[in-house]
């Protein structure tokens, strides 16, 4: 087995924030991403950046990584430590095992330190192996209750898209000795969506768990997403193609915009669940971009732009 050094996969000191690490991790998630890269071995780098974070994210498995020393090397040979799954909290105690976004599985590296001890499998509750790891990320649509009845329960985290969780998904699960069994998350669930259904004589309580976006900023039903616009855009105003969770519009952005202010669309975050609820909004913060290196022309455009406006002082209160 591989020492993954996770530290080097998102391209941060070992000291690195926890801010540090997600704008690590969005910068390149966004560059590895399947549907925006498809270079040979982009998927397998994408997965490997979804791993490191699944990781640092967390402080209590970033915690027992670090335990791990800084002297090990990507690609040597590695064991756990002896009294690592003590340290570690066992069986998958910390959550392991359930990460990914459907396109493909964790290391055997992250399986044996966070995801069942030293076995290699899954994690899961007690110990079993996380029933809906063969099919990535699964969920409930919620009905049943009334039919929830004694017996066994079985509580499960299943990570998806938000894309996933803007349009709802459908996935069969396979159940040994038995058939299998259709299960869907519907559109509008949310991070921590609570969902139970009874299933071969067994009581199962889902946890929606919403994978970090490469773009957007998740916040109940509420996204964020920051918008580069050209100096001449935010100045004088222009009509400019906006991505949505529902695919992308024509937005228009008034003169005078400012860097940093946020414009609002209505109703562009995750649907509402429930008759008469209300849906989330799009938040777009926006960030001013120059063109670099600036053309000799350029250049004495805006001197004379600064010229012709000496006495505004940007500073000034």
Known sequence: MQFQDYYKTLGVARDASADEIKKAYRRK?????????????????????????EVLKDPEKRRAYDQLGANWKAGQQFRPPPGWQDFAGGRGGMGGGMGGDGLGGFSE???????????????????QRDPFSAFGAGGFDGGGFENFGAGGQQDIEAQISLE?????????LARPGASTLKVKIPAGSTDGTRMRVRAGGQNIVLTVRI???P???????DVSLELPLAPWEAALGARVQVPTL???????IPAGSQSGQRLRLKGRGLPAREAGAS??????????RYPTPLSEEQQALLQQWADSAEDYDPRAR
């Open 211 to 213: 994978a970090p976006h």
């Open 246 to 252: 529902g695919g992308p519009i024509d937005m228009k």
């Open 29 to 53: 998630a966004r560059e590895f991403h399947p549907d925006r890269n498809t270079a040979a071995g982009a998927e397998d780098e994408f997965k490997r950046v979804q791993e490191a974070y």
């Open 164 to 172: 996933e969780a803007y349009a709802g998904t459908t996935r069969e």
């Open 109 to 127: 590296f992250f399986q044996t330190l966070f995801g069942g001890g030293f076995g290699g499998a899954a994690g899961g509750v007690g110990g």
């Open 215 to 221: 773009q957007y900023t998740l916040e109940g039903r």
């Open 279 to 288: 849906s989330g909004d799009q938040y777009l913060r926006l960030q001013l």
